[in-house]
């Protein structure tokens, strides 16, 4: 990693955005059921550099991440990006850290599944502090009464469902993951069962949306829906309004 | 591929896009020197879907696409952009084409090389057309008389520069990438040899930008410039003021 | 690249392979319809080094494969691993070439649609040849009567079968393709509409199994189906007797 | 996933592998500094499938894999292994975990750095048991001397090693690691700085494979050595003898 340069940069060009990307980083998350789990992060760091600065410290973005020990959450975020403006004397810091989250289900009476989420936290402090998560969830086609009997698994993955999230107070990841769960499920068994319909991206995005534009605790989200498909695939993105 | 569905959707919500993203798709694209190369690309096409419409014509956008056999250039981008807009009934509709391009290169007197850049084209039409073009440009680091006796490669891969633009007159992609070539060449010289320092993304970064924004061609850019390390990369970006 | 280093290396260890990895290369390959059609292939040149070899000529890997300009078929293959092997000193060569095989089919009556299949050729010469083809054909799941009317694609990738084959003759690869997707249509449907039973990889890995078995072109295989699933993913792998 | 079907497949073909692969599961690995880490692993698990079965078990992988709640080790792994042959009623069993593993050092008097490594551990019981340990070591290039200054990182990635290895008693990871990254700098050093040449990836394997060599504990191994170029990559292989 380079380290400062206190010179001046003669080009007077400021830099939006300087920082590192680390490849591979074991974090500890909060975990509504079991209080943390472990799990492995990839961690963005990076502030602007304003025209009088040549260059700016790489080595102390990964200091700052090594001080926390890997434990990540709402309060350490806001901490480590007012460590990040404050030693890199900067305007504004970002963290983006990506993770997969795991959530035991029950499948059935004996057994338990684990699910298995891609997660993205996004912090940045300017003058003020913003948090955006971004969750993907797993879109599978249920077993319905009018398909000849199926056991789980057969139909292949579906599709999956982005969300990005900004809320208003704390709000667990896992009810965000259960909610999107409970929509496209009941949505996918209205079109089956009630319509009689192809299961469609628009259906399911805007059932999603419909839902999240409802919680008061979030401020701001869009839906995209994917559906994989052989020969390509499809997707519908709704924005809160 | 799912089809329209005719009927309105009770909810009331206007889908910001909807679409479908190929896997993979042949394609020629204008080359300086041959004319024409071959490649192959993935394409995202979308439109938005007023809350009026349930559902849209997923099938129409591949077979717009099959209507030009593949052959991408700047006019049939704005063809494609508005069958688009007209036969889906969008007020907005976009097309993504990313493919790798091949540029044949002395590597000295008897020995050609073939670079292979990462190049993306974001082309909109909403009142105005809109069209983006990304390149992918590899940094190696050269053989410096101060270094020992060494042959092209052995440094390993030290980075890239990513570079999005908007043009205000046809520019050859070519072009772009020998520019973008050159300035970082010329910098990381600069680095080495006059100043003896180290290369860094911050220096790099504004070299290239400095040179995009003195581009009367050139309407808007951004640069980001990447070092891979082995724990983790460096990266800052430019844009255009 | 490297480039050769005449000296030996007192350690006296042999080097099974040695070679390159080409990121990416544009090939043109035979095609039964269209006579031949463009792709991008990623090769790896190889040999092997006795011990009182230093080195090896890495540069002249890519000059033999610049010397076709990409044309590449079952006598190129040939005629580049015997120049490997002459002009590197070797007992042994080796090149694989993975590429994407678009193949055009008819959707229905109206519309016709682009398959895309991996493909990868691995050859060797020793003092025989050997030559191998691998074939990867995505599986999807048919409309059947008992399911409530859906349109194609609607559910999602099921996944894919993976055919290794070693031919005694000249083989398309476009009717092994077609070989492998009649066998899989017809199992799944024998499975869905006569046994009301589940689609299972074991069933369909048979399946293609027995039909390579009793082609007389073919030599060797084997033959592994994939099923995509959410939260883990089933594979069965038959190879021939 | 799909379950047992008891009925005979009248194809008469055996399965030469049947099994799963979980996309992601968090497990607990044995740690020589700490006791114990928390990686993130992917898991194929897979038995032979004589004829006579039409089907395997498939949910049963996973609820032996569950068992164990993710603490694999070299006891755990004979365990599962025994467990899959019992339970699937099968003659060979294999189990494929891969997962990163990070390792912590001294990047000088007052940083450390924490090193990720690629592993992979491949057991089978048939007969006998067999256990295969791979490990993918980064290379990057020292600052040496003959340079001008430069800071670590600023070449950025040279290439990797790939080791695979029996052995014949324990052996930690990280003292693999350690061996193969002390061998690895101590031939760059001889070729930079004694010899003034090219580092190369034939040099570089030799090196390794020759201290794998002479290490007791070790009953076979194989080496592969890869140079990250721009335009190629290069590569060597050494095998134990």
Chains 1, 2, 3, 4 share one sequence.
């Not at 398909?147 to 579906?158: D, I, N």
């Not at 989200?221 to 994917?226: A, D, E, Q």
Request: proline share 3%; charged share 25%.
């Amino acid at each position: 990693m380079k380290d400062i340069q206190s010179q001046r940069d003669s080009r007077r060009i400021n830099i939006q955005k300087v920082g590192v990307k680390t490849v591979s980083y074991p974090i500890t998350v909060r975990d509504k059921a079991r209080r943390e789990q472990h799990t492995i992060a990839t961690a963005n760091m990076y502030v602007n550099l304003p025209h009088r600065f040549k260059g700016t410290h790489m080595s102390r973005f990964v200091e700052i991440l090594n001080e926390f020990h890997g434990k990540i959450d709402i309060n350490s975020f806001a901490v480590i990006l007012k460590k990040m403006k404050d030693r890199l004397e900067a305007e504004a810091s970002h963290l983006e850290i990506e993770f997969p989250y795991f959530l035991e289900k029950a499948k059935n009476a004996d057994s338990r599944t684990l699910g298995h989420y891609r997660c993205l936290l996004h912090g940045s402090l300017n003058r003020e502090e913003d948090l955006l998560l971004t969750v993907e969830v797993p879109i599978s086609l249920p077993v319905v009464e009018t398909t000849p009997r199926r056991l789980p698994g057969s139909f292949g993955r579906w599709g999956h469902a982005e969300v990005n999230v900004r809320f208003r107070q704390f709000f667990w990841i896992e009810d965000l993951i259960l909610l999107i769960e409970q929509e496209v499920e009941a949505e996918i068994n209205h079109l089956l069962v009630k319509e009689h319909s192809v299961i469609s991206v628009e259906a399911l995005t805007r059932r999603v949306g419909a839902c999240l534009g409802e919680i008061a605790a979030i401020s701001w989200f869009s839906v995209t829906v994917h559906n994989f498909g052989d020969e390509c695939a499809t997707f519908a993105t709704v924005t809160s309004p």
